[in-house]
């Protein structure tokens, strides 16, 4: 089974507020975790990431907060803009783990949808 | 746009037959990673390629092979396509090993099996 997943499928916010998006992951072996945006017809855009020596990073209107205690990342997107209207992935991976690569593990999805 | 292009946009197959699906990496990067994304799911690794070896497996079937070229691009190969296959493929590429480096991800080959 899948060991990233999102608590909401669909989260709808008003044009302006801020966003939250959630996620927790089940391996504590994970120590990179990295938010894709995914417009319809499109592949996932590389938003923000996070290794799992910081507990919050900061980028163009996004933040990422990490916290190992509860395995859980959050999404933050400050005044939301109609063009962030997208599916948000959270995925993640081990940076190190040993062996062959495993890839990135990917949730299922939260699909953000902006009201004028 | 990541510089990550893939090719054919879109493909329609029938169960039993094979395809073979081409990514292009962004300039610099050595490592591509194949992705197959169902509908309404997120995309799931199926394989990476670093140096041209096959660097980490996804839980896929042989059936589902690869290559990649010493200009870094890769080749993803399916045989005797099941109806299941259908999806969207995607492909990534990134400096380094996956993990590491961050991975862009291109726009995808969507493949239909009939």
């Known amino acids: 089974g899948e060991s990233v997943g999102l608590h909401l499928p669909t989260l709808s916010v008003q044009e302006g507020d801020n966003s939250i998006i959630n996620c927790a992951y089940s391996?504590?072996?994970?120590?990179?975790f990295i938010w894709y945006k995914q417009e319809s017809g499109k592949g996932p855009q590389f938003i923000i990431d996070i290794r799992s020596n910081m507990d919050k990073r900061q980028g163009q209107r996004v933040t990422v907060l990490l916290n190992k205690t509860v395995k859980h990342l959050s999404l933050q997107i400050a005044a939301t803009q109609p063009g962030d209207s997208a599916v948000y992935f959270c995925?993640?991976?081990?940076?190190?783990?040993?062996?062959?690569?495993?890839?990135?593990?990917f949730g299922k999805g939260t699909h953000l949808i902006i009201q004028p | 746009e990541t510089g990550v292009t893939q090719s054919p946009t879109h493909l329609i197959k029938t169960r039993g037959q094979q395809v073979t699906l081409r990514c292009s990496s962004q300039?610099?990067?050595?490592?591509v990673s194949w992705y197959q994304q169902a509908l309404g799911q997120g995309p799931q690794f199926i394989f990476q390629y670093y140096r041209e070896e096959e660097n980490g497996r996804g839980n896929f079937p042989p059936r589902f092979s690869g290559l990649q070229f010493p200009n870094y691009s890769s080749e993803l190969n399916v045989n005797a396509l099941e109806l299941d296959d259908s999806a969207l493929y995607l492909c990534?590429?990134?400096?380094?090993?996956?993990?590491?480096?961050?991975?862009?991800f291109g726009p995808g080959t969507r493949l239909l099996v009939l």
């Open positions: 391996n504590s072996a994970s120590d990179y």
């Open positions: 990534a590429s990134s400096l380094g090993l996956a993990g590491q480096e961050t991975q862009y």
């Open positions: 995925a993640e991976n081990i940076m190190y783990s040993g062996g062959g690569a495993d890839g990135l593990t």
């Open positions: 300039s610099g990067h050595n490592t």
